[in-house]
């Protein structure tokens, strides 16, 4: 490993994965915590915790506050837990405007709403002026599991992958918006609150293996994580995929792969197979989850791999993301 | 309020109870969280939440990680709730050293052993050069309450106040180094886990009324708050107070009041009368409690005011601290 932190290692990648195996898992390593995937699980309790350091504070589709907990409550939501307390503790510098603080606090209170979430107990630390660009806030969120047993190392070719929706909206927008492409109001983070889209798969019953919301690192991340902790070989048709057109414009554009993009309101679902018609129908329900579509089939052809079928019939492998992607992204 | 953040809003005093109160508490308010004191209470279970962004980051008796393991425990102790999980999150600026982010994990292990909690889960964010100094850490602590009731609402002239150690050395230590002062090896800041002398008060069943660990704001903030409060005059001896020789030096160099000072292994208790020797005996078994003291009476000569009374018969008030204070303290 490298003797100083780079900004790779917070990519959501390899090199994160890296850090988090030899620096924390090293020291901190326990039961709970080997087997946390979005959230730990003690019991009937999930438990999750996240920093946000996004810039700009303020995107198109949402801002630091909104992302905060529609991040910390879809962390708990992925593990099938309803998001029920939330600590929320903010680092400002010194001159931040109090209107800005006040219209990112009463971001978070319409998404607590949506989730049926509160905000228990909290902490604010004021920086000196360059301590800290702006305002970074942390939130835990505890939550009460409603369907047990999902998880990244289950999958098996029983199952389908489904996408909740269009991929690598959150990452074009912050990196649109960062690099002052115009992109007008096209183009908007998916940034959105999931709890009440599962509670509705999980009361209809679906067969749910593993659900992950395909954040830092995007859907590469999330599907090279199963392939491996399942050890199978996911197959994706890649027109399956559903990416916008403003997307792809951002990808041609600056030459990345919306794969690798990140999502704050888009995750994928390993489900049954008999169950993933009924999924896909329960998702297009809900307007955040309307391009929903099933992915991708779970087989053994290659062994902890993800590869990409394409409609010509010839075939890539996706891999993990590896450096810097994009700092700041959430 | 201003129309600005600034650092007095982050003090642990006055203005950062207007910030709380005018911002937070307004939209994020409910009864768990106005009733929330060191720990949010809900049922058996105790939650509190921090960030840490102290500098410098090694320090005269600890450092970041060990702070943040202690300052979260500690805010779990002093509800009477042993630390069982913690939730940690680094923010990092790129080309930190991996060496030192390894030593501060290391005293975190360390201190998570003293206190029997585990880390459960965390997130790891690296932002680019300048948008961070260093590093920063948070850390969300869940406990099970083994002593009900405690609270800052309940103290009465039935009580009497003690508190643990003597005063102002994780102050005085933070900002004799940051200003370069030369203290050799006797100004070590007061950094401690207290759960294990909290047990030991329990075990002994001592009627505990209230418990605060005396941090940003010092005692003064704590003495302040539980006057107001409890509706009550706090007459503190002042001869009483233990204060080294070393914290007072720099107090008359730099003309502060000790009792502002932050500590963060240092806590004030309010027990009943006939239990104070009783406490005070068990405490002074502990290293880090072996300078506690009775230090004050409760009575109802002023109105929620703290009453300063010193060896010559004369008197003043100790008001809530106000100001800048030191940021990054904590």
Known sequence: MTKTITLSQGNGGEENNELIKKIFFEHFGNPTLLKCEDSAIIGSMAVTTDSFTVKPIFFNGGDIGKLAVCGTCNDLAMMGARPKYLT???????????????????????????????????????????????????????????????????????????????????????????????????????????????????????????????????????????????NICIEVEEKAVPISKEVQGICELLGFEAYNLANEGTFALAVKKEDAQKALEILKKFEICKNAQIIAKVSNEYSQKVVLNNEWGSKRFLDMPTGELLPRIC
Do not use: Y
């Open 88 to 230: 929320c503790s903010f680092i400002i510098e010194e001159g931040f405007s109090v209107e800005s603080l006040e219209k990112i606090v009463l971001s978070m209170k319409k998404e607590l709403c949506i989730n049926g979430a509160q905000i228990i107990t909290g902490d604010t630390k004021v920086v000196p002026k360059n301590a800290l660009d702006g305002i970074f806030i942390n939130t835990t969120g505890i939550g009460e599991v409603e369907m047990q047993n999902i998880s990244s190392n289950s999958i098996s070719t029983d199952d389908l992958i489904i996408v909740s929706g269009d991929i690598g909206r959150h990452g074009a927008c912050i990196f649109a918006q960062r690099e002052g492409i115009d992109i007008k109001s096209a183009l908007q983070s998916d940034c959105a609150s999931l709890w009440l889209v599962v509670e509705e798969l999980i009361k209809n019953d679906i067969k749910i293996t593993a659900m992950r919301d395909a954040t830092r690192g995007g859907l590469s991340a999330v599907l090279n994580e199963w392939a491996k902790q399942s």
